[in-house]
């Protein structure tokens, strides 16, 4: 009897504690079947989670300080519905993991999230494409793009609304890691402006990585992404276009055309994207590529947190995507992608 009083007086003072925070746990389950053939692979069918939505769980809480001011977390830890293994990365709340304090001045974030034009968790604000990052190597917009992704040692400011516009700023003083003196860290810096006035939603973003610290690259590498979606009530038309170079190692434009249709009681949605670029690390042989790709996908919405959806996408390189044997095995520069599925969202 006292082991029971003791129980549920633990759990009335955890309970209390648990609104005071306004915590909030959260998250996303996506199953689904998904055909695939790269140019010269073999046919795969897989069962596969987060075909159209990261599969993820999540905490996210705030604490209210006063006079406008307050303090707040996201803990975001992505995971392999098929197979119950973790997912973006080694380790515990990889998706996102970010501490902030907002008020009048704005919002300062400390953590790990995606970058500017990464696609990926709170802090971006890549627009135009409505594909966004989903469907993989034939659908998502960074596998065309640079995105840097997600991104360690991160420092993020957000401005406060100025008429339905913000500026946002982010640093990382180690993308993967912090641990050698500043000047043999691989940086992170990014700027960037993001809009909605009315039926417009756009965004213009810089971002620039050195090459410190890193054994892959040798030299920064530069991006200037701008996107815009357009709501005509009918459809939402969207565009976006990136302009990328590193000395040395490539320049590269990439620019994409979609839209989304309400029909059906769903939304229908259909796009393009391009790229061409120069790979200047090439000393003999073609060192031009391009590429392009044509998307089609559906979502149907069963209840206000449940949804079906379909995709089809096929991808086609032209020059070194299309003579160079690895590019032939790899969808992202030839083949395509069927997939369905399901996601449920808590």
């Known amino acids: 009897m006292k082991k029971s009083l003791i129980a549920l007086a633990v759990l009335g003072a955890s309970s209390v504690a648990f609104a005071a925070s306004n915590v909030t746990l959260y998250g996303v389950l996506d199953g689904g079947v998904v055909v695939s053939k790269a140019k010269k692979a073999d046919t795969k069918v897989q069962a596969k989670s987060s075909f159209d939505s990261g ?3 999540g905490l996210k809480g705030v604490e209210d300080l006063g006079n406008g001011y307050s303090v707040g977390f996201q803990l975001e830890q992505g995971y392999h519905l098929d197979d119950g293994t973790t997912a973006n990365g ?27 034009a990464s696609g990926a968790g709170t802090q971006t604000i890549l627009t135009g494409w409505q594909f966004g990052t989903s469907y993989e190597e ?14 360690n040692n991160a420092i993020s400011y957000v401005s406060p609304a100025f008429g339905g516009t913000t500026l946002h700023a982010m640093y990382s003083n180690g993308m993967s890691n912090d641990n050698a003196k500043w000047s043999g860290n691989h940086h992170y810096y990014g700027l960037g402006i993001k809009t909605t ?7 213009v973003i810089f971002e620039a990585t050195d090459a410190k610290g890193d054994a892959e690259y040798t030299e920064p590498a530069y991006s200037i992404t701008a996107g815009a979606n357009y709501n005509f009530g009918i459809a939402t038309v969207s565009g976006i276009y990136q302009y990328a170079w590193s000395s040395d190692e490539y320049k590269q434009n990439a620019f994409g055309l979609s839209t989304a249709i309400p029909a059906f009681g769903g939304t229908a949605k259909l796009g393009t994207k391009f790229v ?13 590529y391009n590429g392009w790709s044509i998307n089609a996908g559906y979502n149907y919405p069963l209840s206000k947190r449940t949804y079906a959806y379909g995709y089809a996408g096929y991808t086609h390189g032209g020059k070194l995507w299309k003579t160079h044997t690895a590019a032939e095995a790899d969808l992202v520069h030839n083949g395509y992608a069927i997939g369905m599925g399901l996601v449920h969202k808590f």
């Open 90 to 116: 080694t380790g515990t709340f990889t998706r996102e993991s970010r501490l902030f304090v907002q008020g009048g001045f704005g919002t300062l974030s400390f953590g790990r999230f995606g970058s500017l």
């Open 197 to 203: 006035v009315g039926a417009l939603d756009g965004s």
């Open 138 to 151: 034939t659908g998502s917009w960074t596998k065309y793009g640079k995105g840097n992704n997600r991104i």
């Open 276 to 288: 061409f670029g120069k790979d200047e690390t090439k000393i003999s042989g073609e060192d031009k």
């Open 55 to 57: 599969s993820r769980w």
